[in-house]
């Protein structure tokens, strides 16, 4: 069965300074794995995801994640934090089409001015 | 596009009071789902649909009911509320398959239930 463990429940971080937002999955196949931002108040949104092309993963407001298979690893990383940058984020594993997505259960990031 | 939208986006009920949450979506997408988010977890699957007339369960749908008649709308009913049910609700849809497309999500609706 697949399963996803985000390894830190609130992460904070200065502006200007690097973020890394970790997730761990356990998958039985080749899996998609895919990382959504929630805003206060909002809906989700898809940052970026890993569909076995690429391992490097590039993303929406300069993002990205690097699926390592050896370590069962999908961490999400930025360079340097923004305000804006502020949300709640889950990480997402399916192991196929007919299997539905699970999240992980959120990494609350906190950007301090 | 409106995208995905929910109606309401809060509401209150008393338990045993029943309420449908309506999920509306203008993206002509065959797959729909219904997810609840639970203080600090996770989202979890309550109902999905592949197409019009076609709906199956998921994780957590014991208390909720589905339909879809047509493509643009799939909207969860609850039936005799119980407070366990005070979660925040979220319609998604895609346009494809479950695994590989990227969902497009509604701004949710909070449900409390006393």
């Known amino acids: 069965a697949q399963s996803v463990t985000q390894l830190d429940s609130h992460v904070s971080v200065s502006e200007g300074t690097p973020v890394l937002l970790r997730c761990n999955y356990s998958s039985s196949y080749s899996p998609s794995l895919f990382w959504y931002v929630q805003h206060p108040n909002k809906g989700l949104q898809l940052l970026l995801k890993y569909t076995s092309a690429a391992t490097l993963v590039k993303g929406i407001n300069g993002f990205e994640a690097e699926f390592k298979k050896s370590e069962t690893s999908f961490h999400l990383t930025k360079p340097s934090a923004h305000m804006s940058d502020a949300a709640e984020y889950f990480c997402v594993v399916s192991e196929s089409g007919n299997t539905p997505l699970v999240f992980g259960k959120g990494t609350r990031l906190s950007v301090i001015a | 596009n409106a995208g995905v939208t929910q109606t309401p986006k809060f509401r209150i009920l008393k338990i045993g009071q029943s309420m449908t949450l309506q999920c509306t979506q203008d993206?002509?997408?065959?797959?729909m789902y219904w997810y609840r988010q639970d203080p600090g977890m996770g989202l979890k699957l309550i109902y999905y649909s592949v197409g019009a007339g076609i709906t199956d369960k998921g994780e957590v749908p014991n208390g909720y009911n589905v339909s879809r008649s047509t493509t643009e709308d799939f909207p969860l009913r609850l039936e005799l509320a119980a407070p366990s049910q005070t979660s925040v609700y979220f319609c998604?849809?895609?346009?494809?398959?479950?695994?590989?497309?990227?969902?497009?999500f509604g701004p949710g609706t909070r449900l409390t239930v006393t």
């Open positions: 993206m002509n997408h065959n797959y």
């Open positions: 998604a849809s895609s346009y494809s398959d479950r695994g590989l497309g990227e969902q497009y």
